[in-house]
């Protein structure tokens, strides 16, 4: 396995772990009856981050079988990277402060934090997404 799918599977982990624990602080806004739209973002934060993991364990997968070279291979797994804590920071702060973090205009504290971490990942997911399928379409 090449070091890169190596690192994909560790920080994959890390993130699915995360994910996970995500569960309690979701639970817990259920049962305090919080607003809806505090709920449904402790649900993307718990839900969206093991799918993040679980795309960067798939990749982990096929990585060494692709027909490029190592910088290839490393480009796609630090844009997985990358992206999956961009992800890791935006989304429960989310939760945490109510903002969404959609725009930076008005954002202020939390909220610019929380438009960092989703730019951030969204740029970085799209970038890997791009590599990954250059890389897949050379290796036919």
Not at 17 to 26: M, N, S, T, V
Not at 39 to 66: E, F, K, Y
Not at 123 to 136: D, P, R
């Amino acid at each position: 396995m090449h070091p890169a799918a190596r690192h994909l599977v560790f920080h994959g982990a890390i993130v699915l772990l995360f994910g996970l624990l995500l569960g309690a602080p979701y639970a817990k806004a259920i049962k305090r009856d919080a607003a809806a739209r505090i709920v449904n973002s402790w649900r993307v934060a718990h839900l969206s981050l093991p799918i993040g993991a679980t795309l960067m364990l798939a990749t982990a997968g096929v990585l060494s079988s692709l027909a490029v070279p190592g910088w290839a291979m490393w480009l796609i797994a630090v844009a997985l990277i990358v992206s999956a804590y961009g992800f890791c920071v935006s989304t429960p702060l989310a939760a945490i402060s109510g903002q969404r973090g959609l725009s930076s205009d008005g954002a202020t504290g939390l909220g610019r934090l929380v438009y960092a971490g989703n730019m951030v990942g969204a740029i970085a997911s799209v970038a890997g997404a791009a590599a990954l399928l250059g890389a897949a379409f050379v290796s036919l």
